[in-house]
């Protein structure tokens, strides 16, 4: 018998064990707090982890996104690429660089953005796609690839560092995709950068944090790189704080004024344990999708398939759409859904329709298939401290309401 008691179901909260709570006791009672050893680690844990060479730790994907075009040397009448239907700081980031932001539609019936208008997109002036690899699943990369090298001819190099790629250089905003593959490759190691969230939300959190890593197939030397970061990312400094400590080494450079993103020791710590048990959490994921997926895609429900036999997503977000529902009744769903107890959410709203994309010039009757993308879809809760009675309570109210509405 299903349990009808009303329950409390969060939309995602963050899996947090003791040995998290430890560690980070640890780090503040070792006296080092800020970027340090733990940090080191961290990144150092990551790259083996994702099968690169290198990473650096930051304290946002949104930082790595926005210091990798930096050092990329991208800026003022350059263009960008990304998807419509993404998060603001897919976007954001190229607006802060002073490039211009070009937009793509997404695919019919598909989160992606359609390749073929990516194809169109791409100018003499571009010089960075960024794909968003939403809800944890890999986008197409041969594709992308496919159309970049087609398009070799149109690209112009600013720079030493972007001659090195001679065409349009793939950034991917990989924030939900942390653990994810597709044709035998993580997620990290086929981009040419990849940018990964570890904000509250994610599979794998250090409260707010991010990471950045890279594939090391293109000449470029590693060790160069990740010093070009930690430049970025602690004020253009020639010395972090560690290296500053070693006896009589006090005075430092600074190279040019840059940002303060660096990630501390104490987010590091909650990282270091996260990863360690970031298999089980893939997996619970894997199991409680699948549950869903049994339960509705036989009523006619419509989901974001994460598994195949090329292609394993990281399980972030549930997307989920209701054929033949207006924005109106998919809103009144989500209500009456937060009134049963089962918090749930929309993945995105297309980045036309708020108010700083609309003064930038963009129009939502531009991208119609993002705009059906969004008007029916409802993400459900998945997090790894659902239990499977859980699951079922968010299921059966999710039937229950649409035989109400």
């Known amino acids: 018998m299903i349990d009808t008691e009303l329950r409390n179901i969060p939309f995602s909260p963050p899996d947090v064990t003791d040995a ?118 890999m986008c197409n990369y041969d594709t992308i690839y496919e ?55 994610k599979n794998l959190t250090t409260a707010e944090g991010g990471a950045v890593v890279w594939r090391g197939n293109w000449g470029l030397d590693d060790e160069w790189l990740y010093k070009q970061f930690m430049l970025y990312s602690l004020h253009g400094q020639s010395k972090d704080a560690l290296a500053k400590t070693q006896k009589g080494a006090w005075e430092y450079d600074i190279i040019y004024p840059a940002y303060k993103c660096n990630m501390t020791d104490i987010m590091a710590g909650f990282g270091l344990i996260q990863l360690n048990r970031y298999e089980f959490l893939l997996n619970r994921r894997k199991e409680i999708i699948e549950m869903y997926d049994r339960a509705l895609l036989p009523l006619g429900f ?42 749930c959410n929309v993945h995105y709203k297309p980045l036309p329709m708020f108010t700083a994309y609309k003064n930038l010039g963009f129009d939502i009757h531009d991208f119609p298939n993002a705009y059906k993308q969004y008007v029916n879809e409802v993400t459900l809760p998945l997090h790894t401290l659902l239990s499977d009675e859980d699951v079922e309570y968010v299921i059966e109210s999710l039937k229950r309401i649409m035989k109400e509405v």
Request: charged share 25%.
């Open 20 to 137: 998290e709570i430890e560690e980070v006791i640890k780090a503040m009672k070792s006296g080092w707090i800020t970027t340090g050893p733990r940090t080191k680690e961290f990144e150092k844990r990551i790259a083996e982890y994702v099968g690169v060479n290198r990473a650096v730790c930051l304290n946002s994907a949104t930082a790595a996104m926005e210091l990798t075009l930096r050092i990329l040397g991208i800026g003022p009448g350059d263009e960008v690429i990304t998807s419509a239907y993404t998060y603001t700081a897919s976007a954001s980031i190229i607006d802060h660089v002073g490039a211009k932001i070009v937009l793509v539609d997404t695919a019919p019936d598909s989160y992606e953005m359609d390749y073929s208008q990516l194809a169109d997109a791409i100018t003499e002036k571009t010089k960075a796609i960024i794909p968003v690899d939403i809800a944890g699943k």
């Open 147 to 201: 159309i970049v090298e087609g398009k070799k001819n149109l690209f112009k190099p600013n720079n030493e560092l972007q001659g090195l790629f001679n065409r349009v250089i793939v950034m991917t905003d990989a924030a939900h995709a942390f653990g994810a593959n597709r044709n035998g490759m993580k997620c990290g190691q086929v981009a040419d950068f990849t940018c990964f969230s570890f904000h509250a939300v």
């Open 302 to 343: 419509q989901s974001l398939q994460h598994y195949g036999e090329d292609f394993t997503s990281s399980g972030h977000l549930y997307l989920m759409r209701i054929p033949e529902i207006s924005e109106e009744k998919r809103n009144e769903i989500i209500i009456k859904m937060a009134e049963a107890g089962v918090a």
